[in-house]
């Protein structure tokens, strides 16, 4: 079935020379949890053609307060695959390769291969740190973001930034393991993390190089800091 | 001296969001936190006038001091 006028509603904000951009873009998601889930909804819905989803989780019922793709009828079923389903029917055109299992460093040059653009969506600070340095080793955009309860930061790093391990590289546990998260923030933060990669894919200048984004959305609150 | 303190996230629970505080000369960032209940293991990203800091740099007359916690679920 042919679905003319997907992309309809897309205009003007992505011309027809960007939508072309974006068909024959690739984009990795690391981590299909709250923010990955979102990540890979959205990127479907634009017209990115190839989507590579990591994860190594099934869904549990406590996902279900704000994963999008958990449902009472896929609990206990990886979530790379019940993502790759749902994909499937947003958007047919679109390529999805699910990997069932943790992003694993050693294998990067493989798991990255022909990816245009790296998605943090991953849960853990010691994670993100070495998905940018994989990232940075292969010349590759990274798009991260992180959140904690009402909380979120998100921002780019192209190779030599190190803004992530600039902001990811000291303290101790992430907030989140007392403040949880609720549906909102992760969708949010995708959104937001979404319109960043959208804006690298097509070739504009991202808005948050060298820079992050505080988000606090019990004060409705959008600080920008920039990396000095 | 005069230093405006900034805090971020959930460190604001319970404290402020800003506060100008009297200090002493010679107080460093780990003086300002402990009063708040803040340990230095919790400090992820610690902004002195906009520049990257830790809990042992000394603050002047005048400076801004923003504090933010750890966030990294996903």
């Known amino acids: 079935m042919k679905f003319e006028g997907r992309y309809l509603r897309n205009k003007k904000t992505l011309s027809d020379e960007d939508q072309l951009k974006l068909a024959n873009s690739c984009v990795a998601i690391v981590g299909c949890g709250g923010l990955g889930g979102y990540i890979a909804e959205q990127l479907a819905r634009v017209g990115v053609g190839r989507l590579v989803l ?46 069932r299992g943790w992003f694993e460093e050693d294998r990067a040059p493989e798991l990255l291969k022909n990816v245009d653009l790296v998605c943090d969506a991953l849960d853990s600070r010691d994670s993100r740190v070495m998905l940018e340095r994989v990232c940075h080793q292969m010349n590759l955009p990274l798009v991260y973001a ?18 992530v391990s600039r902001l990811y590289g000291h303290g101790e546990r992430g907030v989140e393991s007392m403040w949880g998260n609720p549906a909102f923030t992760p969708a949010v933060l995708a959104s937001l993390s979404v319109a960043e990669t959208v804006k690298l894919l097509v070739g504009r200048v991202p808005s948050l190089r060298h820079a992050w984004l505080q988000v606090d959305l019990l004060a409705m609150e959008f600080e920008r800091f920039e990396i000095q | 001296m005069r230093v405006t303190i900034k805090l971020f996230a959930t460190f604001r629970d319970g404290r402020f969001k800003v506060e100008e505080q009297d200090l002493s000369e010679g107080t460093c960032v780990l003086d300002v936190i402990q009063p708040l209940n803040i340990q230095a293991e919790e400090l992820a990203i ?19 001091l923003a504090l933010f916690p750890p966030v990294g679920g996903g």
């Open chain 1, 54 to 99: 990591f994860d190594g989780d099934r869904f549990e019922v406590s996902n279900l307060n704000r994963q999008i793709m958990a449902t009472e009828l896929n609990i206990g079923q990886w979530k790379v695959e019940v993502a790759h389903q749902r994909l499937k029917s947003v958007n047919s055109e679109v390529q999805v390769e699910a990997i």
């Open chain 1, 146 to 163: 992180s959140i904690a309860g009402w909380f979120g930061q998100l921002g780019v790093s192209l190779p030599g930034d190190f803004s």
């Open chain 2, 46 to 64: 610690c902004l002195l006038n906009g520049k990257d800091a830790n809990e042992h740099t000394v603050l002047n007359d005048g400076d801004t």
